[in-house]
């Protein structure tokens, strides 16, 4: 299994741009240029979306997507590009302005934030804390304050009703889901992000020449499963898609929203799933770790599964009421996820007085 360097993005770039011994200024700039890449790789991702959702959309559902802007469609995406922000900029009246300028540069950002303890492979890692886990969730869920103030500051009912759904949602869905990633820092050990990559790459089960490595999706499959449906919640992708709910709400908490406001809030939306995708990675699938392929290939690999996930159920999945939402996340995911965390902390207790672990 390949694992990713355990030296940091921003000691690398130092090495290569020849700083030495770095003091605080080169370690600014060597960080901020390593920012920059990652920043720069995940927008691209992001725009890969607008044509990888419409073509994946309409093989799930028998269509024919787009097909004649370039070839196989590909320049939907700068043609998107040039028609979302050339479009006017309106703001409506009596909204709270403030509040509805900053709120999709905090859902935007908040995502971006997190892609900063996700380890690519290879060293490709801005930072790597000993509290990761626990901060990749902090800054995402920093996105439900973004999609509040969204939809209070438009002035609109439908917006305010689609910004109270998203707050409901994600309060019932955030705590399944750090209670399900609490299971694997049992297994692991620690709240470290590459600890946990690492515990991982040992092997499980060997069958001859085949290992089968320990992904904790693999030692703990109900937590995996609860974890996938909880961070489908939280990303806000059917069937958990009430705070947008287009057929109720117009199109909730975004309504009001035109032009660059648009662009940004979508591309937080989008960047929020590929960030959950990379929790997933990281905490269940290995990480970068992987045979043959560079981390980097098998860190992609993982996170665009995840987002193919979320187009198979945006597809094939109908919205649940907001009802039934609320319903399943307290009365369902939240006792199972307890249910989970115990039975984990029993069998961790039992399998580190055996000495297994």
């Known amino acids: 299994m390949l694992l990713q360097s355990q030296t940091p993005l921003p000691d690398a770039i130092g090495g290569l741009l020849g700083f ?3 003091g605080p200024g080169e370690t600014f700039v060597a960080a901020f240029i390593g920012a920059a890449l990652i920043l720069t790789f995940m927008l691209t991702n992001a725009a890969l979306v607008i044509w990888a959702k419409r073509k994946i959309t309409a093989a799930f559902t028998d269509r024919v997507a787009v097909n004649r802007v370039g070839p196989a469609g590909l320049l939907i995406i700068p043609a998107d590009a040039v028609r979302l922000l050339s479009k006017e900029l309106i703001i409506p009246e009596n909204v709270d302005r403030p509040a509805f300028d900053v709120a999709p540069l905090v859902l935007a950002l908040s995502a971006l934030l997190g892609f900063a303890v996700i380890p690519f492979g290879n060293g490709l890692q801005i930072a790597d804390p000993e509290a990761g886990l626990a901060y990749l969730f902090a800054v995402a869920s920093i996105a439900s304050l973004g999609l509040v103030m969204a939809g209070y500051a438009s002035n609109n009912k439908y917006s305010f009703l689609g910004g109270l759904r998203a707050l409901a949602q994600n309060i019932a869905y955030e705590i399944p889901l750090v209670l399900t990633a609490a299971s694997v820092v049992l297994f692991a050990g620690s709240l470290q992000i590459s600890t946990i990559v690492a515990e991982q790459a040992q092997p499980l089960v060997s069958l001859g020449p085949v290992t089968i490595p320990q992904w904790y999706a693999f030692v703990n499959p109900f937590a995996f499963v609860l974890f996938l449906a909880a961070n489908m919640a939280e990303v806000g992708r059917n069937p958990f898609d009430v705070p947008e709910a287009p057929t109720e709400i117009v199109a909730g908490w975004q309504t009001e ?15 929020h799933i590929f960030l959950g995708g990379a929790i997933v990675a990281v905490v269940f699938l290995g990480g970068p770790a992987g045979p043959v392929l560079p981390g980097i290939v098998w860190m992609l690999i993982k996170i665009w599964a995840v987002f193919l996930l979320t ?7 109908p919205r649940v009421r907001i009802d039934q939402l609320i ?11 307890f249910a989970n965390l115990l039975l984990t902390a029993v069998i961790v207790g ?7 672990l």
């Open 20 to 22: 030495g011994e770095m």
């Open 257 to 271: 929203y035109s032009s660059v406001y648009f662009v940004l809030a979508y591309l937080g939306e989008f960047l």
């Open 311 to 317: 187009q198979w159920t945006r597809s094939a999945l």
């Open 327 to 337: 319903e399943i996340g307290w009365k369902g995911m939240l006792v199972l996820s």
């Open 350 to 356: 039992v399998l580190a007085q055996g000495g297994v």
